[in-house]
């Protein structure tokens, strides 16, 4: 049973959609559906802002007040409270998950099916890093993660509510081999640290200054959360524990999105071993 002051807690990390191997066929067709509806909604060019020289889809941070006021600060970690709490329970519930990826590494992706929230996923991996280093990569440092992840093309933060929470614009890089397409999301993420541990987690928000941008679908993480905790008595290694729950909306099967999710899981802590194995080298 997870304690119950971290369900007071909330954050949140971004998975990201990359390329799922043997899905090319069935995937043209999909992706040819979501161009024909983007061209039809007029939003598949990218138009210029007529202001600052910026493209359409850049962000634009004037637009976003960088101090919300104290009514909007208490909405935004409320929201992100919440969503934690959503997410703890998810994987506080140990009934019904089925394996769907298992690496030589040790890393373990499961999958469920939650109600109201479709199919979740559950990636269980140890890392050679610590406790701190992971929160300064995932949280502090998040607009640099573009630097080491691929699969990101940039994410700004727009509002900085306090230290712990953040609203981020975050876009997904259009790579080839792509079969999920660029998605931008807008999202809180809130941290929270307890004892020795770290929770990140968080959901997708609407703000009226910054709406779905030309070019994109705007897809929304549901309740989502990392757990990262010291791994026993080595404090040099953590255990990883990453609730993955998206709906990338869009015309895509869910077939082709419930494949392409969990390899944006080992993707991501893919990179995320390279840049902690640079670190350690440049240290």
């Given at each position: 049973?997870?304690?119950?002051?971290?369900?007071?807690?909330?954050?949140?990390?971004?998975?990201?959609?990359?390329?799922?191997?043997?899905?090319?066929?069935?995937?043209?067709?999909?992706?040819?559906?979501?161009?024909?509806?983007?061209?039809?909604?007029?939003?598949?060019?990218?138009?210029t802002?007529?202001?600052?020289?910026?493209?359409?889809?850049?962000?634009?941070?004037?637009?976003?007040?960088?101090a919300?006021?104290?009514?909007?600060?208490?909405?935004?970690?409320?929201?992100?409270?919440?969503?934690?709490?959503?997410?703890?329970?998810?994987?506080?519930d140990?009934?019904?998950?089925?394996?769907?990826?298992?690496?030589?590494?040790?890393?373990?992706i499961?999958?469920?099916?939650?109600?109201?929230?479709g199919?979740?996923?559950?990636?269980?991996?140890v890392?050679?890093?610590?406790?701190?280093?992971?929160?300064?990569?995932?949280?502090?440092?998040?607009?640099?993660?573009?630097?080491?992840?691929?699969?990101?093309?940039?994410?700004?933060?727009?509002?900085?509510?306090?230290?712990?929470?953040?609203?981020?614009?975050?876009?997904?890089?259009?790579?080839?081999?792509?079969?999920?397409?660029?998605?931008?999301?807008?999202?809180?993420?809130?941290?929270?640290?307890?004892?020795?541990?770290?929770?990140?987690?968080?959901?997708?928000?609407?703000?009226?200054?910054?709406?779905?941008q030309?070019g994109?679908?705007?897809?929304?993480d549901?309740?989502?959360?990392?757990?990262?905790?010291?791994?026993?008595?080595?404090?040099?290694?953590?255990?990883?524990?990453?609730?993955?729950n998206?709906?990338?909306?869009?015309?895509?099967?869910?077939?082709?999105?419930?494949?392409?999710?969990?390899?944006?899981?080992?993707?991501?802590?893919?990179?995320?071993?390279?840049?902690l194995?640079?670190?350690?080298?440049?240290?």
């Open positions: 049973m997870l304690p119950a002051v971290v369900k007071l807690c909330c954050g949140i990390s971004y998975p990201h959609l990359r390329s799922v191997a043997g899905l090319q066929r069935t995937a043209v067709a999909v992706i040819g559906q979501e161009l024909t509806h983007l061209q039809r909604w007029g939003r598949f060019q990218h138009h802002r007529t202001h600052a020289g910026l493209k359409y889809n850049d962000p634009v941070t004037e637009d976003i007040k960088p919300p006021s104290k009514e909007n600060q208490l909405f935004f970690v409320q929201k992100g409270q919440e969503a934690m709490r959503e997410a703890l329970c998810m994987l506080d140990k009934q019904g998950w089925k394996v769907e990826i298992t690496e030589s590494n040790g890393d373990v499961c999958s469920k099916v939650m109600p109201g929230a199919k979740v996923f559950r990636l269980e991996a890392l050679e890093a610590s406790v701190d280093e992971l929160y300064d990569l995932l949280f502090v440092r998040v607009e640099e993660m573009h630097q080491w992840n691929p699969s990101i093309q940039h994410i700004k933060v727009l509002m900085r509510v306090g230290p712990e929470t953040i609203v981020t614009h975050e876009v997904s890089a259009q790579t080839a081999g792509n079969l999920i397409g660029q998605r931008d999301f807008l999202s809180v993420r809130h941290s929270c640290k307890q004892n020795s541990s770290v929770y990140l987690g968080g959901t997708a928000i609407q703000l009226e200054p910054f709406p779905p030309a994109f679908v705007r897809a929304e549901g309740p989502t959360c990392i757990i990262i905790q010291p791994l026993d008595e080595d404090s040099g290694k953590s255990r990883f524990t990453w609730l993955l998206m709906d990338v909306k869009g015309w895509l099967p869910k077939s082709i999105v419930n494949q392409a999710l969990p390899r944006a899981q080992l993707d991501f802590i893919r990179h995320l071993r390279r840049r194995t640079a670190g350690a080298t440049l240290s």
